[in-house]
């Protein structure tokens, strides 16, 4: 066996971890998602089915007013939301103004 071959052999593996599981041990857990029309909201991921379609509560969605300021827009009861419209999930976030710098879009 050449040094090249036992040098590559010794790159540690990372197992497959399927994406559900990730968002299994996220349920009672703050959750930020951006959808793919760019609206942001965030909440306690309570459920979550194979289509990724959640139920979420302590909601809040993001929104930015005529100045370009970010809004919180509280929504207690909570949604369903369909799993199709997801394009980014942070879980273990709320979506600080921190956060959302790191995921603003440059148009």
């Known amino acids: ?20 599981s990730i968002i299994d041990k996220c349920i009672d857990s703050p959750i930020y998602i951006i959808l793919k ?6 909440g306690i991921l309570k459920g979550f ?3 990724v379609n959640m139920i979420l509560e ?3 969605e ?3 007013d005529e100045n370009g300021n970010r809004v919180e827009i509280p929504n207690p009861k909570g949604v369903l939301l369909n799993g199709s419209n997801i ?5 273990g976030s709320r979506g ?6 790191v995921f603003e879009w440059n148009e």
């Open 87 to 91: 394009a980014i999930m942070v879980p």
């Open 37 to 42: 029309d760019s609206k942001q909201i965030s």
């Open 58 to 60: 302590d909601v809040v």
């Open 96 to 101: 600080t103004q921190r956060e959302h710098e």
């Open 62 to 64: 993001y929104d930015y």
């Open 1 to 20: 066996m050449s040094s090249s071959a036992s040098s590559s052999s010794s790159i540690t593996q990372h197992p497959n971890i399927p994406p559900l």
């Open 49 to 51: 089915d194979d289509y």
